[in-house]
């Protein structure tokens, strides 16, 4: 007889959680679902066959279901406690970024982790994206030299982002479940961390600039200082028009810049525009399914180092309360 396919549970039938759900399903696993929009769950089901959904959470914390993984889909409000839930249980998680809301929950998240010896694999899944990886691979092997400056934008209308539904109605939209610029866009400080090192100061304004109606900030601009000399400024936006998502690096040699549309990365070492540039195929799911796999792999015992830990989302929020505390008190922030 052959082996059952892996039963997953996620948590969150929002738009990420229901990509996860299509992923999932596309390589054989047996689907449950959660969320406390019944539409959104329709929305699941249709589809992907369920064996299981729900709009109670008690419904699937005192569920006989055996589950060999759990992918946490929901608002950030609720990471800590539904991943404390799964990891006690010995259940191998898939946690969307990013961990919570706070550094002090995702300490507490860690260590809850590190005490029971859980398996958590952690979706910043630009990790995962081909041209970003070329990009960390010729940084790290310094083929123009050692990096000087580093620019990251990410700007793209929170309008735009989920057309199906209206943008107020979006987590995104509320501070109480975790929504905003600096948390929702965690990813571009994650991939600073994951290419350059943990940044040792940081200078910020975190702000509300647009007529959007939402409680949560939509600017965020910081100037971070790294060991050794190398400075990047962040830009991330809610209100940008066309989107933009790109990271250039100044090196001693030229210059290395990534792209998501065009989908490309470029190296300049001349004086004028005369740019080197390598193209890239595939679509933005390719990045969720790699991370999918990856989540599979360990449900099956054969994943030893995971992409993304829970140490490196607790490394972002660190980064994220420097970025607050220079907001509030209007200097620059060691970050500890």
Not at 83 to 110: F, M, Q, Y
Not at 189 to 207: K, N, T
Request: hydrophobic share 40%; aromatic share 8%; charged share 25%.
């Amino acid at each position: 007889m052959p082996p059952k396919s892996p039963l997953v549970l996620v948590l969150g039938a929002g738009s990420v959680g229901r990509r996860h759900i299509q992923n999932l399903a596309a390589d054989g696993c047996r689907l449950c679902a959660f969320d406390p929009r019944e539409d959104r769950l329709a929305e699941a089901a249709a589809g992907t066959p369920l064996v299981f959904a729900s709009t109670e959470f008690s419904d699937f914390e005192e569920c006989p279901l055996e589950f060999d993984g759990v992918v946490i889909a929901s608002p950030p409000s609720f990471h800590v406690k539904q991943l404390k839930w799964a990891v006690s249980r010995g259940i191998p998680v898939l946690l969307e970024k990013p961990l919570s809301k706070t550094a002090s929950e995702a300490e507490d998240a860690s260590r809850a982790v590190r005490a029971m010896r859980g398996r958590v694999l952690l979706g910043y899944t630009y990790r995962w994206w081909g041209p970003l990886r070329d990009f960390r691979e010729l940084l790290r092997s310094a083929v123009v030299g050692r990096p000087i400056h580093v620019q990251c934008v990410m700007s793209a209308h929170l309008a735009d982002w989920h057309p199906w539904e209206a943008y107020t109605d979006f987590f995104m939209a509320s501070s109480e479940l975790g929504g905003g610029a600096l948390l929702d866009e965690s990813h571009f400080i994650d991939l600073l961390l994951w290419i350059f090192g943990m940044p040792s100061e940081v200078q910020a304004s975190v702000r509300r600039l647009s007529a959007l109606r939402i409680e949560t900030d939509d600017n965020v601009d910081a100037i971070l200082d790294f060991p050794g000399g190398l400075r990047a400024t962040l830009h991330l936006d809610l209100y940008g028009r066309p989107h933009e998502k790109w990271i250039r690096a100044t090196c001693e040699g030229g210059s290395i810049h990534w792209s998501f549309d065009p989908n490309e990365v470029s190296v300049c070492t001349a004086a004028g525009h005369e740019w080197s540039r390598q193209a890239y195929g595939g679509v933005r799911n390719d990045m969720f399914l790699a991370c999918s796999r990856e989540f599979m792999a360990m449900m099956r015992g054969e994943c030893s180092e995971p992409t993304c830990t829970i140490d490196d989302g607790l490394a972002v929020l660190r980064v994220v309360e420097a970025i607050r505390r220079s907001e509030s008190g209007g200097r620059r922030e060691v970050i500890q």
